[in-house]
């Protein structure tokens, strides 16, 4: 199995930018989907971006034109960068992976612990 750490989370205002990391531990990161997802208080978790193992990429229409996922196979390494923050982008980002296909929804079997973004007006 994988183990997955995130960082790079913090407080900035609105129109910075901030590139999230996920640190891969345990196994090939680069066989697996992978896909960064957040969830602000009393709101449901929502999948942000996802790339699969094949370098495949998508993103969600509320970020789209503002954040880009990437990964760094030999740092075994994920990226969120995201530019133009707004204040509905906060809430705790998690990083999550799935071993060969992208589920099609939140069923990733393996997590992070989060990290904050906050974005002030």
């Known amino acids: 199995q994988v183990q997955l750490v995130e960082s790079g989370g913090g407080s900035v205002q609105a129109g910075w930018s901030l590139r999230l990391s996920c640190a891969a531990a345990g196994d090939t990161a680069s066989t697996y989907c992978m896909a960064w997802f957040r969830q602000a208080p009393g709101k449901e978790r929502e999948r942000v971006a996802r790339i699969s193992s094949s370098a495949y990429t998508s993103v969600a229409d509320s970020v789209k034109g503002r954040f880009s996922i990437s990964r760094d196979n030999a740092r075994n390494t994920l990226y969120l960068q995201m530019n133009s923050l707004e204040p509905e982008d906060s809430g705790m980002y998690y990083c999550?992976?799935?071993?060969?296909?992208?589920?099609?929804?939140?069923?990733?079997?393996?997590w992070g612990q989060g990290t904050q973004v906050t974005v002030s007006s």
């Open positions: 999550a992976a799935e071993r060969l296909v992208c589920p099609v929804g939140n069923g990733f079997r393996f």
